[in-house]
């Protein structure tokens, strides 16, 4: 069995809402956003050999600057992605969007889509309409997911500044992507996020991003800039410790060998990032990471030990 906790579908509502509150797709992350349907979906896990998929709408991040209406466009859109679960129960699950840095709609939110419409969890974007994971202006929303033992799914969003006269700034998944998620995980270990909201289980994407490399680099800086009080001291294993993460993207030859350098094997779960990596490539992908005998015992835990247990006892 296999669980794939990196999945995106992309509803009509959404593309609809991405017209409603004007967020071109091309200049937010440099590509469009692929097609997608339920029924292809499921072609592709037959092929792949997913048996469940927990779905997220993608980035962009419906959000605008409007409060009112990017409730609105989360609400329709999260109430489509349930009503596609409720299609394909054994298939499918999903994880609600939230309007984001507006705390108050991303509570109300996150209440009825967990309550009402099924949700297992959150997609949080690494950051917000500018506003990253742990800045303490998101302190009520984290002490609600932890209060409801929530999973959350991580994803990046593109930094709203970012150089553009670079191949990195071209397509944002080039460079940005994983950037930006490392910096958002950062600050949240930075302020603490993990120990202090210890109930809620986060999954990090695309095998850590830059993670494996900056820890122990942030882990000397931080000590250094503690000791000459320009940040709080931290104890980062323990931040780090708490984190899950996929392996969406590329694990193989060198980024799953850096995670385990650095993370638990018990707290990996695989993402396939379908649709935006095409079925075929993720299939290849695939079957090769199948065939490695290198990772053959650690892949059971991966694709399906981890993955109940992250699922188990999320939003209660």
Known sequence: ??????????????????????????????????????????????????????????????YNGDNKQSAKANRQVNKSLSEICKEYPNKFAF???VPLPDVKGAIKEYKYAVKKLGAVGVKLTSNSFGVYLGDPAFDDFMAELNKNNALVIIHPQRATEYPKNNITGTVAA???????????????????????????????????????????????????????????????????????????????????????????????????????????VVVAKKQHLDNNEKYKELLKNIYKTNAKKLLKGANK
């Open 1 to 62: 069995m296999t669980i794939d906790f990196h999945a995106h579908a992309i509803t009509k509502e959404y593309l609809d809402w991405l017209n409603l509150l004007k967020i071109d797709p091309l200049k937010v992350d440099g590509f469009k956003v692929p097609d997608w349907s339920a029924k292809d979906h499921l072609a592709f896990m037959k092929e792949a050999g997913i048996d469940f998929s927990i779905l997220s709408s993608p980035t962009p991040h419906l």
């Open 95 to 97: 994880v609600a969007s």
């Open 174 to 280: 080039i460079f940005e992507y994983p950037t930006d998620t490392t910096r958002a995980v950062l600050n949240m270990m930075s302020n603490k996020i993990m120990t202090r909201y210890p109930n809620i289980k986060f999954v990090v994407p695309h095998t850590g991003s830059f993670l494996p490399y900056m820890l122990q680099r942030f882990k000397g800086v931080s000590g250094i800039l503690a000791s000459l009080g320009m940040m709080d001291v931290v104890n980062l294993q323990e931040e780090f410790k708490n984190l899950y993460f996929d392996i969406a993207g590329d694990p193989e030859p060198v980024a799953l060998d850096m995670l385990l350098m650095v993370a638990d094997k018990n707290k990996i779960v695989y993402g396939s990032d379908y649709p935006h990596s095409p079925a075929k």
